[in-house]
């Protein structure tokens, strides 16, 4: 007669919603004044690769990758609010992180603040 064996399946204690963890400030080596208005300026925020841009009352922080496949938003071309990916052309609004071509789609954003002239980014 075989015996018959039960398994005993542990899960990890998952954490992945990163949404619900308080932001952690990270100063970059970014000066406010070279972040332009016509493209993206690629900074970390810990260990984090992310695009400033320059909008007409501040600046904005987004992943430096598209939700679409990945390509650096920073070599987008910039017009106003609106990013174009590089890689398929997707529009993006800065400001509200939405996907104009595929609304689906969203931009990950992060809380900026300026202190003495630096950029800081909370991720
Ligand atoms: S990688 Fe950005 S639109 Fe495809």
């Not at 039960?6 to 899960?11: M, P, Q, T």
């Not at 890689?87 to 609304?103: E, K, Q, S």
């Given at each position: ?39 993206g ?10 695009a ?10 987004i992943?430096n990758?598209c939700?679409?496949?990945?390509a650096p938003l920073s070599?987008g ?6 990013v174009?990916c ?38």
């Amino acid at each position: 007669m075989v015996e018959k064996k039960r398994l005993e399946i542990v899960l990890p204690d998952w954490d992945d919603d990163e949404e619900e963890k308080a932001p952690e400030w990270f100063k970059t080596t970014i000066k406010a004044s070279q972040v332009k208005s016509d493209r993206g300026t690629v900074t970390h925020a810990g260990f984090l690769k992310v695009a400033l841009f320059r909008l007409r009352d501040g600046i904005v922080a987004i992943k430096n990758a598209c939700p679409h496949a990945g390509a650096p938003l920073s070599g987008g071309s910039c017009r106003g609010e609106l990013v174009s990916c590089p890689r398929h052309g997707w529009a993006f609004n800065l400001r509200t992180g939405a996907c104009l071509t595929r609304p689906i789609f969203e931009l990950r954003r992060y809380p900026v603040k300026i202190k003495d002239g630096i950029v800081w980014v909370a991720v």
